[in-house]
């Protein structure tokens, strides 16, 4: 009995053994009448393998318009990639700023003493602390700065 991995079936549903065809397979395979093929099967096959000038061009814009775009795609992509780039450059260079306006700030407060200059203020300048009906209130309206145009109330 066969096993599976040395049987094949051939054409003419006889099972053939081992790897190799008898030679009276191939005679009988060869001597086979030849059976002309029909004729709309013919056309057929003849109009399958021939490409109008119409489908070469459609083909052809198809392939220039597929071409265009794939280029367009990585032109953006190579900006994108350079602006992503010249984005984290600049992130880099603002944290550095940060970073060194922090220390300077940190340099120049550790530097001034606030009770220094309390003590200068009061007892060389002779300056005092506001009384109760001495502090004006003024609204900003969201502004940073507020300009007198006029004298204040006086209370």
């Known amino acids: 009995m066969a096993t599976r991995a040395n049987t094949a079936r051939n054409l003419r549903g006889t099972y053939v053994q081992g790897n190799t065809v008898r030679k009276e397979d191939l005679i009988r395979e060869m001597n086979k009448p030849y059976k002309p093929v029909d004729a709309r099967v013919a056309r057929n096959r003849a109009k399958a393998k021939r490409m109008s000038p119409g489908y070469v061009l459609f083909l052809g814009a198809a392939v220039v318009i597929a071409c265009l775009t794939l280029t367009s795609y990585i032109k953006m992509q190579a900006e994108l990639t350079v602006s992503i780039k010249r984005v984290a450059y600049l992130e880099n260079?603002?944290?550095?700023?940060?970073?060194?306006?922090?220390?300077?700030?940190?340099?120049?407060?550790?530097?001034?003493?606030?009770?220094?200059?309390?003590?200068?203020?009061?007892?060389?300048?002779?300056?005092?602390?506001?009384?109760?009906?001495?502090?004006v209130t003024i609204s900003d309206e969201g502004s940073d700065y507020v300009r007198q145009l006029k004298e204040l109330p006086s209370n």
């Open 93 to 135: 260079e603002l944290n550095n700023l940060r970073l060194t306006n922090d220390e300077e700030l940190e340099r120049i407060e550790s530097s001034v003493n606030l009770e220094e200059i309390k003590q200068i203020a009061v007892e060389e300048l002779g300056m005092t602390y506001a009384k109760a009906g001495q502090v």
